[in-house]
């Protein structure tokens, strides 16, 4: 899993402070110490309210969701999806969230666009259907699933079929306190020279507290001395529906016993800092808990790891965690087994220091800072692989022999880009971004649009306004003191730079010659004409591969109408020649290829040569072309058989794997381009099904499974990531699912 992963932002999901219950404190303290130990990532939090009032919560709470309505779920997906979040961190327990079996969770996560890690609090070993169901979605729709405890692991794939290698193991996160002495806190309780023990955590009937009142009598006759405290409010669930009546219920219980002396209450939630004291001051920590399906417990991992000596009934955390005489285990609901074990533990002090010290090297693992590095490790796997709700629910549909019908053309985003200036470089989700301005690179392509769109018989009075006004830039771009054109052009319309990239050079060569060798605008021939030996000029001078390539096309555009001019084919000729040198000094038997990094625009290199070899009659240019575009076509060729293009984050050096993301819309669609030439060159069928299954990229045979354009306005995503389409709307983008698909119609028709 590559460590370069980048994480910038992560929500929390789930119960958050100060709501009184151990969702909200483990929900907390994760996100604390996350913070802590990556101080660079925003991490924001998106609770679930019990009460419509909510609470008055810390300000990295950005969101709120109302239990009960499944409306607020879907809410919360569109704010999360719109907040440029990178991983949601959920935590699931079926109580906290409204809906049959906590199903109302399952409306934000299947809206979501990014990457979910969920923690499963409890992991039922025989859950009925509706619960069943549920974890089983949820599961599904998450990149990777955290558990506590091995048996949940057992569980998750035995009981509800979810993949192992989904699933990563990370122990419930404890504060990281010193091993000291309990009597170094006593005296802040006032039990000082007492043998405390302790048990916190707020209160309800399945906790089991009253088999310990009961046996205290027995414990009392062999250590006087002995306290119990019990710490914790009274459940908010139950205080609603009950007020104080099992709290009260235990303090009877005390009195009837005759040990109400020797028991202490502190009816409060208390903060981190206060609940590390009252857990150093206690000698032994109780968990008399009722129901073994429990399959994680906060109170006893903060208290193991802490190195208390820990007397539990055996419910599922309770087992694992004591397992090896790290702890004391006894039946449920056995009083008198909690008495002689009490006795039996302080009167053997190397037995319990030993249990102690066992616990707490064994915490040394479960301290938060430690904790907060397993979960960012979750977190760029998860980022990192394919979601797997898309690899179930969404599978990459597999290539038909029949070729599916292609999407209507639309223009609408492509018009809204385009003011008079020229077309905006970018757009912040589908509005354009000023702030960026333009770029010659990206109105070169917009004419080489408007042009096609002319010979497929689509140019419209906008599509011709809009074409003057791409020609018109290209125009405003050529320096003629210079004989080079530029590139950047600010909102403000100064330009940013004295001379161009030679690639955006090769681009205006490129649009300038399919202006005069496939328009009909006699003054676009005029204009154009005057424009194109300064620009194969330029190209001649620069060292770009890819400007020679974009430059080779345009000579062939120029070409079609002006076959006779000597010059340009002599300047074919020699471009032609140095991409042949350059495959030839960098090419072997395993890789057939130009450089030795396949970086962008990939295609365009034995597109070119297959385009001139073809009409110069060069046939190594051609056999060159054809090979090494076959090699590019086999390397972007998923093992699942749909296109998957070489990512733009790393790319694909000489004998290392290709990056799998990025993937960039520029990249299909000079596949696109260049296996239509291929196809035309030699009327194989094999270079149809490239151009389609690079085409079909655009509308959703990818990696993700999910569209990359929008075939209701013609705008495309700005690239896929490894866990979400870029939702933001470029030109680069939109021009080459444009020109990908108005290529595809061409040929069609």
Known sequence: ?????????????????????????????????????????????????????????????????????????????????????????????????????????????????????????TVLEHPNDDQRRVMRRLCDLSARVVVMSERSRHFLTSIYEVAAEKIDFIYHGIPDMPFVDPNFFKDQFAVEGKTVALTFGLLSPNKGIENVLHALPEVLAEIPEFVYIILGATHPNLLREQGETYRLGLERLAQRLGIQKNVIFYNRFVELRELTEFIGAADIYITPYLNPAQAVSGTLAYSFGCGKAVISTPYWHAEELLAEDRGVLVPFGDAEAIAKSIIALWNDEPRRHSMRKRAYLMGREMIWSHVAHLYMDSFRRARHSRPPALSKTKAVRPLSEEPPQLPQLQFSHLLQMTDSTGILQHATYSIPNFQEGYCLDDNARALVLTVLLEELGVDGLEIQRASTTYAAFMNYAFDGATGRFRNFLGFDRRWLEDVGSDDSVGRAAWAIGACIGRTRRRAFHSWAAQLFEPAINAVLEANSPRAWAFALIGIHEYLRRMSGDRLMNQHRDTLTGRLLELFDRNATQAWPWFEPLAAYDNAKLPHALILSGRWSNNTRATEIGLRSLRWLADVQQAPAGHFRPIGSDGFMSRGQAAAQFDQQPLEAQAMVSAALEAYRATSGNCWMKVARRAFEWFTGANDLGLPVCDTSSGACYDGLHADRVNQNQGAESTLAYLLALVEMQLVES
Not at 15 to 32: E, M, S, V, W
Not at 52 to 64: C, H, L, Q
Not at 98 to 109: E, Q, R, T, W, Y
């Open 1 to 121: 899993m590559p460590s370069t992963v980048k994480i910038h932002k992560i929500a929390f999901v789930g119960d958050y402070l100060p709501r009184k219950c151990g969702i909200a404190t483990f929900t907390h303290d994760l996100r604390q110490a996350v913070c802590t130990q990556y101080p660079a990532i925003d991490c924001v939090v998106v609770p679930v309210n019990d009460r419509e009032t909510g609470y008055e919560y810390p300000a990295e709470v950005r969101f709120e969701i109302q239990e009960q309505d499944v409306a607020s779920y879907r809410r919360a997906a569109d704010y999360l999806n719109f907040a440029n979040v990178d991983i949601v961190c959920l935590q699931h327990e079926y109580g906290i969230y409204g809906g049959v079996a906590g199903g109302h969770i399952l409306a934000m996560l299947r809206d979501l666009r990014v990457p979910i890690v969920t923690t499963l609090h």
